[in-house]
């Protein structure tokens, strides 16, 4: 499978503190998106960054690729207990389709 | 207001018994696609389509059929279920090619689907 691995599995933090997620993936990609899920809820998207990108912000989201170690991470500052969920990387490969990794659950304690 | 709807939400079935989980999307999207999300496996790709009448295989395929007659509905049928296909199921749609660029993909609030 060409999807993505993100990293930590879990991950449990502070109101306040600031939350990072890996994804490494194994093939060349043209895009990497991060997306959130509520729990047993519908996937939604929060940001993509292209393979020419190095690094994007979504207010208080920062995404980071590095093609050469074929990862990205998804920061998360002054994380809100709401913030709490769970975090997918998607790879899109060979002008393809997309991958999803199986995902960070991430819990922001008040 | 932009949506992509599944029914059933939930279904407890039994082996063997055929069932259609539907999908309809009003955004008028060419590309749609069913994903079905287990524990520690994230989600994986089921059958997706470009465009009305084109469909392609994903990842898992095996026991599942879908159609696409109409651009707005993407059914995902289970012509004989079985356990191992209890599991959550999530339709997603996007802009056409535009999607694995924009990589904006609409879900779903899915389908949790029980096989005994």
Same mark, same amino acid.
Request: aromatic share 8%.
């Given at each position: 499978?060409?999807?993505?691995?993100e990293?930590?599995?879990?991950?449990?933090?502070?109101?306040?503190?600031n939350?990072?997620m890996?994804c490494? /993936?194994k093939?060349s990609?043209?895009n990497? =998106?991060w /997306?959130? =899920?509520n729990?047993?809820?519908?996937l939604?998207?929060?940001?993509?960054? !292209?393979?020419?990108e190095?690094?994007k912000?979504?207010? !208080?989201?920062?995404?980071?690729?590095?093609?050469?170690?074929?990862?990205s991470s998804?920061?998360?500052?002054a994380? !809100?207990?709401?913030?709490?969920?769970? /975090?997918?990387?998607?790879?899109? /490969?060979n002008?393809?389709d997309m991958r999803?990794?199986?995902g960070? !659950?991430?819990t922001?304690?008040? | 207001?932009? @949506?992509v709807?599944?029914n059933? #939400?939930?279904?407890?079935?039994?082996?063997?018994?055929?069932?259609?989980?539907?999908?309809?999307?009003?955004?008028?999207?060419?590309?749609? %696609?069913?994903y #079905?999300?287990?524990?520690?496996l994230?989600l #994986? @790709?089921?059958?997706? %389509?470009?465009n009305?009448?084109?469909?392609?295989? +994903?990842?898992?395929?095996?026991?599942?059929?879908v159609s696409?007659?109409?651009k707005?509905?993407f059914?995902?049928?289970?012509? %004989?279920?079985?356990?191992?296909?209890?599991?959550?199921y999530?339709c997603a749609?996007?802009?056409?090619l535009?999607?694995?660029?924009?990589?904006?993909l609409?879900f +779903?609030? +899915?389908s #949790?689907?029980?096989?005994?």
């Amino acid at each position: 499978s060409q999807q993505g691995e993100e990293d930590p599995q879990a991950l449990s933090i502070q109101e306040g503190e600031n939350a990072t997620m890996n994804c490494s /993936y194994k093939t060349s990609i043209n895009n990497l =998106q991060w /997306y959130r =899920q509520n729990s047993g809820r519908g996937l939604v998207h929060l940001i993509l960054i !292209r393979s020419n990108e190095r690094e994007k912000h979504s207010g !208080r989201l920062r995404v980071t690729l590095d093609t050469s170690k074929k990862s990205s991470s998804l920061l998360i500052t002054a994380s !809100r207990a709401a913030d709490t969920a769970s /975090y997918f990387c998607a790879t899109t /490969y060979n002008n393809n389709d997309m991958r999803f990794g199986a995902g960070t !659950r991430l819990t922001v304690k008040p | 207001e932009a @949506q992509v709807t599944q029914n059933p #939400r939930y279904l407890i079935t039994v082996t063997g018994k055929k069932l259609t989980v539907t999908c309809s999307q009003n955004m008028n999207h060419e590309y749609m %696609s069913w994903y #079905r999300q287990d524990p520690g496996l994230g989600l #994986r @790709q089921i059958y997706y %389509s470009m465009n009305v009448e084109v469909t392609d295989k +994903g990842d898992v395929p095996e026991g599942y059929k879908v159609s696409r007659k109409e651009k707005r509905n993407f059914p995902l049928i289970l012509e %004989s279920p079985s356990p191992n296909q209890t599991s959550l199921y999530f339709c997603a749609s996007g802009p056409g090619l535009a999607v694995l660029y924009t990589g904006e993909l609409f879900f +779903g609030e +899915g389908s #949790r689907l029980t096989v005994l």
